[in-house]
């Protein structure tokens, strides 16, 4: 999935999330695309791509950004965005994890 680089946006960065399934892979999208980058420094992408049969759906995220610390920046928000929906869907839902499964977000 690699996108042609932007001179105007030289720094960049894929980030793929592994989740069990598309409908969970499908929530997290949905929460975190409504959320737009404040900055017209950094530009987000974000699909949902097939993944293997431990992790039937993976969601990718694709930054560039003008500079390695305006990537920095943006990334770390949504590190903390992503943390907090799998933080959710952990407590509400039913199959984001396996039964005993020790995965754990900890700040």
Do not use: W
């Amino acid at each position: 999935m690699a996108t042609a680089m932007d001179p105007d946006f030289p720094c960049s960065l894929s980030i793929d999330v592994p989740l069990p399934t598309q409908r969970l892979a499908k929530t997290a999208l949905q929460a975190l695309q409504v959320d737009k980058e404040l900055s017209a420094l950094v530009r987000r992408n974000l699909l949902i791509a097939e993944g293997d049969a431990q992790s039937p759906a993976v969601l990718h995220v694709e930054y560039s950004a003008t500079t390695n610390r305006m990537l920095r920046v943006a990334v770390n928000g949504f590190m903390e965005s992503l943390k907090l929906v799998v933080e959710v869907m952990e407590t509400l839902d039913v199959d984001v994890l396996e039964p005993g499964s020790n995965t754990n977000i900890s700040s």
